[in-house]
């Protein structure tokens, strides 16, 4: 079984950058389909980004309220994932997950997509 470790949440100004990060264990991390979700006060958690193997070449996706923000990365030496978030807004206020599962030729945008999740880290962005 798969387990996840959020940190790099914090309080930032909008405008401002963060990176979150999620540490795995697992000796065949390099095949991970691996995600970010969130889910702020009182809604839903919902897909931000994902990332996946697909036997020739790694493939990402990203909700449309963060493409050209947010950007999803993965170090296999390091057991570790990323999400660094640029240009931060308000509404990207929120707790967030990583979520991680076996190998998938496409990324999951759906949370029973992946059965392994982390504790979540909050990212608080003040206007």
Known sequence: QV???ESGGGLVQAG???RLSCAASG???STYSMGWF???PGKER???AGITWDW?????SYADSVKGRFTISKDNAKNTMYLQMNSLKPEDTAVYYCAGDGP???VGIRLSDYRAWGQGT???VSS
Do not use: I, K
């Open 3 to 5: 387990q996840l470790v």
């Open 16 to 18: 401002g950058s963060l």
């Open 27 to 29: 000796r065949t991390f």
């Open 38 to 40: 969130r889910q702020a």
């Open 46 to 48: 919902e897909f931000v």
């Open 56 to 60: 020739n070449s790694l493939s990402t």
């Open 104 to 106: 998938r030729p496409r």
């Open 122 to 124: 909050q990212v608080t």
